[in-house]
């Protein structure tokens, strides 16, 4: 596909997620679809704020995706109409406050639907894998592993959407990066998609970053995790090894699962509970050795940029050094991990 027409998909994707978003901003007060700083301790601004980050994004991906001709295609449609059905109960959310449990049957539910239209992790039927198991055993470990995989990125979103700009900089990474490795084995319509995503998130983030004029909500940051965690599902490296490549989509998502780890470790080792909201994510750990919250922000970001770049390059080396360098990169991490949950309290 050429690089012209992948900049006009991004660019039509970022002026209409603009617009829309612009609009709801004035909407949202109406209807209700505000974040209001009273309503729990840890928020940090100060008047409420729109939740129509979510809603911009699923309007403009609806929108796009049908004039540029790939809604209707499998396994695109698939995705299009899972990431919908994860965006409603995120919406739900975001107007009623559901209880934990209802959100991760509402994520599970999604990711079954997922695999209905044939979007599943395929590892315990390839051949390159040391164990392939009979079946129909072969089939539900696939379908176990896909939920597991989904409902982590989904939440691992979710979890680090607590401060201006963090998740939806982190997002737009990430599809940036899933554009240029599809582009790079030729998946086009996962390119297509790819560029939607990424102009509806540098929209988003134009208007998230600090001081924020909205928020993703519970829908937005959900939906985000969803369809990058589908997309991921969906990459298949061209004439590649898998051994050399089936850890890119983890490094890619490196900071999101990092922080989702450290806050749930940290939770359970202090009793607490893991979904209860609280100033414990990565970045607040940062600002209590002295960097800036917005300095953190920038520092996540960088390490994901860098990190996916490694991730990126490792496509083309040997299985023995990528998974060599990959291996060096979860002892570093684990290393980090402990020194930021060192005497934190």
């Known amino acids: 596909m050429p690089l012209s027409n992948i900049v006009q998909i991004v660019l039509s994707s970022a002026v209409l997620g603009l617009i829309l978003s612009t609009v709801f901003m004035y909407l949202a007060p109406i209807v209700g679809l505000m974040d209001d700083p009273k309503s729990a301790e840890h928020k940090l601004h100060h008047k409420p704020i729109p939740l129509v980050g979510g809603l911009s994004l699923i ?48 994520q599970i539910f999604a990711a079954l639907l997922l695999v209905q239209f044939g979007v599943q992790v395929h590892l ?16 539900i470990l696939n379908t ?15 979890f680090i959407d607590s401060f201006d700009g963090l998740a939806t900089g982190l997002a737009s990474l990430s599809s940036l990066f899933f554009l240029i490795i599809s582009l790079e084995s030729g998946q086009s319509e996962m390119a297509v998609l790819c560029a939607i995503i990424l102009g509806g998130t540098m929209a988003i983030y134009y208007l ?14 959900q939906m985000l995790g969803f369809i990058l965690a589908s997309i991921a599902i969906l990459y298949q490296p061209h004439a590649v090894s898998q051994l ?28 607490r509970k893991i979904h209860s909201a609280s100033r414990d994510h990565t970045y607040h750990r940062l600002t209590e050795r002295g960097l800036e919250l917005e300095r953190a922000v920038l520092l996540m970001h960088g390490v994901s940029l860098f990190i996916s770049v490694i991730g990126f390059l490792c496509i083309n080396l040997q299985a023995f050094w990528a998974n060599a360098i990959f291996i060096s990169f979860i002892a570093f991490a684990v290393y980090v991990f402990f020194l930021l949950d060192k005497n934190y309290e």
Not at 144 to 158: E, K
């Open 208 to 221: 998230n970053s600090h001081p924020a004029k909205i928020f993703l909500g519970d829908s937005g940051s």
């Open 59 to 106: 309007l403009s991906l609806w929108i796009v995706s049908s004039y540029y001709e790939i809604a209707h295609l499998n396994p695109i449609r698939g995705i299009i109409i899972s990431t919908s059905l994860i965006f409603i109960f995120g919406l739900w959310d975001d107007l009623k406050n559901l209880s934990p449990w209802i959100k991760l049957s509402g």
């Open 124 to 139: 315990f039927d390839s051949p390159e894998f040391f164990f392939t198991p009979s079946e129909p055993w072969g089939n």
């Open 244 to 271: 050399s490549s089936w850890f890119v989509p983890i490094m890619i998502f490196s900071v999101p699962l990092f922080d989702i780890c450290l806050v749930s470790f940290s939770r359970l080792r202090r009793k």
């Open 144 to 158: 176990g592993l896909t939920i597991f995989w989904i409902v982590s990125i989904v939440n691992a979103f979710n």
